[in-house]
């Protein structure tokens, strides 16, 4: 050892200039990606078929962004009931809005309309039912999922059922959901549970049936009892594939959560998208197909991404 | 490589031992062995004579039919803190670093995380792997994984260890070298060993005493005393008469057995599946 590290010493000085230059050079080479292109491209394509159409037909992007900036700052009071149940509609120069306050002078006025958006109960309903229903699915999953993968007998008995209930797709239990539980929370957050929980359920016991028996029999040799077993090797050894299932079960969720929010709910993205729809707002909808791309992504960087990133590195190539 | 302290070993005694996979496919029938404490015991026969089914047997991973394996006059489980087991494969655990896995069955027993970490260095220093504390196993060589294995296994201070091709997965020049600080070990330690091999030479630089497996269903076929004398030196044995006298002698007994009623294909492919299941 002492040897060649007398020799590394004395090229150190050589070689780092060296690596200098081969270091960017690699460095351009191996992350040259072309994944930055994928969403302008889709923004161009977005833009040139949006041209021949009128605006309130197809909008163009930015005036989504318009839209979604008004949407999330500023309450948008188009409609007013009067006393005897009449609807009048206020003339766009009407409403009240950020603007217009700040251009008459009145800051305080202005603040207290920002983030006051109608997005927001939308989001956060839909977020908020997402973590009902994905949730339980999670502790549905694991808990029946191991079950399966120990159990011969369990896994014999679950497996035709998740069959069963991922031949049928989920939304077609809203309108049953709807009639017993009537619109709103308990009815998503089940139909959400349906689809999610199953192949999550396969996806971990495939999983561990996976974990290497001679692992386990390593950790047997070594004295390991059954708990330690569970604790020390089959939970560390299940970590890439229960990530696995909850990527699955999230994107399961969130597509039918959208779903059942257009049947059995009065608010969510889902339902602002089919309201925007039903009244041919197409700049809402877009900015809600938008908005439900856009968590999708931020769950996968923030959630499953750093988990992925913490066994990547120790996975046998 | 740094001095381990004597652990000593233990007498292993396998008593009219029966064990069949199925009612057509039995393996061993009246098998009896007695290893006495501390001796280097190796397991010669070829493929799917039953040579890792034997192995699981002692370990306790396959219950016999009938009969007994006893460990110091007591029935052997796979827990056992006594027993040590080498696998053809490392098997470390890919998520523990190096110094964690070595440390692993210390764990199990529940002792303290400074405690286990001093033995479980000194254990690494004594194969040799000590620097090599925080590396991943992906990240170490098939020989280094091997070591770290040995090492795993050490901690316990097991008195019998089972070893099954541990290096067969190794390059000859580097299966010579850990051989040779096998033997090292063993000298210092003086544990039982009942090492499987299916490489003649191995059997005979390591062992005091060679059993050649029949054709199943069966047990031994033959066994040969090996009085090579101790220290033992690769190239030194493997220049005496004796070494290739014991070689010829194996040849012949391994030669005889194969031309014993052979198995057909699909018997030795339920043979490896039993012994990959259990």
Same mark, same amino acid.
């Given at each position: ?63 989504? !962004? ?45 603040? !207290? ?23 339980? !699915? ?180 | 490589?740094?001095?381990?302290? #004597? ?29 006495? =404490? ?12 039953? &040579? ?26 796979? %827990?056992? =803190? ?20 070595? %440390? ?29 504390? %925080? ?10 994984? /091997? ?11 097991? #008195? ?23 033997? /090292?070990?063993?000298? /210092? ?8 091999? #299916? ?38 044995? &493997? ?7 014991? &070689? ?6 391994? /030669? ?23």
């Amino acid at each position: 050892m002492s040897a060649p590290a007398v020799e590394m010493k004395q090229d150190k000085k050589l070689d780092s200039d060296k690596e200098k230059i081969t270091g960017w050079v690699n460095v351009i080479r191996n992350n040259a990606s072309w994944s930055w292109v994928s969403l302008p491209s889709l923004f161009l394509v977005w833009m040139l078929v949006a041209i021949p159409f009128e605006s309130y037909i197809l909008p163009q992007p930015w005036e989504v !962004a318009d839209e979604a900036w008004n949407e999330m700052m500023f309450p948008t009071v188009s409609e007013v009931m009067d006393d005897d149940g009449e609807i009048t509609i206020i003339p766009e120069a009407d409403r009240p809005s950020v603007w217009k306050f700040i251009a008459k002078g009145e800051p305080s006025n202005a603040l !207290a309309h920002l983030f006051r958006g109608e997005l927001w109960p939308h989001v956060g309903w839909s977020l908020l039912e997402e973590v009902g229903g994905f949730g339980a !699915a999670i502790i549905f999953s694991v808990l029946f999922g191991f079950l399966a993968g120990f159990f011969k007998g369990f896994r014999e008995y679950i497996v035709p059922l998740n069959g069963l209930f991922m031949a049928i797709p989920p939304i077609a239990w809203a309108p049953l959901m709807v009639i017993i539980f009537g619109l709103g929370y308990t009815t998503i957050v089940i139909v959400i549970f349906i689809s999610a929980v199953n192949p999550m359920i396969l996806t971990i016991m495939e999983g561990v049936l996976q974990i290497q028996g001679q692992e386990v029999r390593a950790a047997r040799v070594l004295g390991a009892r059954k708990w330690q077993l569970f604790l020390y090797v089959y939970l560390p050894a299940s970590l890439p594939f229960v990530t696995a299932a909850l990527r699955i079960g999230f994107s399961q969720a969130w597509r039918a959560l959208v779903a059942a929010e257009m049947i059995g709910a009065s608010v969510g993205l889902g339902y602002m998208v089919q309201t925007a729809g039903e009244v041919g707002n197409s700049r809402l909808v877009l900015l809600g197909i938008t908005m439900i791309g856009l968590f999708s992504y931020l769950f996968e960087r923030t959630l499953f991404r750093p988990i992925e990133k913490r066994y990547e590195v120790w996975r046998l190539e | 490589m740094t001095k381990g302290n #004597h652990i000593g070993g233990d007498n292993l005694v396998i008593e009219d031992l029966n064990f069949a996979y199925s009612n057509n496919l039995k393996i061993f029938e009246k098998l009896n062995i007695d290893v006495k =404490p501390g001796e280097f015991l190796a397991v010669l026969g070829p493929s799917g004579c039953g &040579k890792t089914t034997f192995l699981n047997l002692l370990a306790g991973f396959y219950q016999p039919d009938s009969g007994t394996s006893q460990l110091r006059g007591e029935a052997i489980t796979p %827990e056992d =803190p006594h027993l040590g087991y080498i696998f053809q494969a490392a098997n470390l655990f890919p998520w523990l670093n190096t110094i964690e896995n070595v %440390e692993f069955g210390l764990r199990m027993t529940g002792m303290g995380p400074e405690k286990r970490r001093e033995i479980a260095l000194k254990n690494l220093e004594m194969v040799g792997l000590k620097g090599f504390e %925080e590396f991943l196993p992906n990240k170490l060589s098939g020989g280094m994984r /091997q070591r770290a294995s040995i090492a795993r296994a050490l901690c316990l201070e097991p #008195h019998l260890l089972l070893m099954d091709e541990p290096f067969s997965a190794l390059d000859e020049i580097l299966r010579d070298k850990m051989n040779d600080e096998l033997l /090292q070990l063993w000298d /210092q330690l003086g544990q039982t060993i009942v090492f499987i091999t #299916h490489s003649i030479e191995e059997a005979i630089y390591l062992s005091d005493r060679i059993l050649v497996l029949a054709r199943p269903p069966g047990g031994i076929y033959k066994e040969v005393i090996n009085k090579l004398p101790r220290p033992r030196d690769l190239r030194e044995t &493997k220049s005496s008469e004796l070494f290739w006298e014991y &070689k010829k002698e194996l040849n012949n007994l391994i /030669q005889e057995v194969q031309a014993q009623a052979p198995l057909d294909e699909s018997e030795i492919a339920e043979l490896e599946l039993g012994a990959k299941n259990g």
